[in-house]
């Protein structure tokens, strides 16, 4: 089984920063793209940052600038730098991998979310 589990969340200030990562492991093997989501309180799920197997990063018009996303495929891991917090940021922000399993098939898979906070 693959599982994905983040770290990271917290409390922060606004204009301050956090670091997100999130580790896959099982039985993998291949990473095509790995993701970020955030869920804020009554709004629906949506896309933050993206990065694929070549390193290749986008992001959302409302963290481009701010975030930084970047993976390690070797590692099976993926890391989000948030700078600038702003309260609107604060959400359950969750992993996403795009993967291939040994003996497997090809598909999607979630982490279970890391709640980041951005209050006075």
């Known amino acids: 089984q693959v599982q994905l589990e983040e770290s990271g969340g917290g409390l922060v200030q606004p204009g301050g920063s956090l670091s997100l990562s999130c580790a896959a492991s099982?039985?993998?093997?291949?990473?095509?793209?790995m993701r970020w989501y955030r869920e804020a309180p009554g709004k629906q799920r949506e896309w933050v940052a993206s990065?694929?197997?070549?390193?290749?990063?986008s992001y959302a018009d409302s963290v481009k600038g701010r975030f930084t996303i970047s993976g390690d495929n070797t590692k099976k891991t993926v890391s989000l730098q948030m700078n600038t917090l702003k309260p609107e940021d604060t959400a359950v922000y969750f992993c996403?991998?795009?993967?291939?399993?040994?003996?497997?098939?090809?598909?999607?898979?979630w982490g279970r979310g890391t709640q980041v906070t951005v209050s006075i």
């Open positions: 996403y991998a795009d993967l291939s399993e040994k003996f497997g098939s090809r598909g999607p898979h």
């Open positions: 099982g039985t993998i093997f291949h990473i095509y793209d």
């Open positions: 990065v694929n197997s070549r390193g290749s990063a």
